[in-house]
Nanobody
């Protein structure tokens, strides 16, 4: 079992920045690929970014490339999502998730463990 707790969400103006954190506990964090997903009201949950077990590889959804950066600190059992140049359409609940798959995955089904989510609201 892996328990995930997100933090760092909030209200920010368009063009601003936020950094989300996801603290993990339980089984070995460093053996899981980690991902961030988001879900806006009335929409399906969608992939945002993922990072490999050692942080050496990352993959992003097209709509966040160049604006968001995923990183991890295995010594702290934490994964981060730095979000810059935020847009109103980035408003959503953001979830972190853990996958036992060694390959980077964007599919929701590839992730076994999920956090409870943190709300990000971007005002225009």
């Amino acid at each position: 079992q892996v328990q995930l707790v997100e933090s760092g969400g909030g209200l920010v103006q368009a063009g601003g920045s936020l950094r989300l954190s996801c603290a993990a506990s339980g089984r070995s964090f460093s053996s899981y690929s980690m991902g961030w997903f988001r879900q806006a009201p009335g929409k399906d949950r969608e992939f945002v970014a993922t990072i490999s077990v050692n942080g050496g590889a990352t993959y992003y959804a097209d709509f966040v490339k160049g604006r968001f950066t995923i990183s991890r600190d295995n010594a702290k059992n934490t994964v981060y999502l730095q979000m810059n140049s935020l847009k109103p359409e980035d408003t959503a609940v953001y979830y972190c998730a853990a996958s036992p798959d060694r390959f980077l995955r964007s599919r929701i089904a590839a992730y076994d463990y999920w956090g409870q989510g943190t709300q990000v609201t971007v005002s225009s």
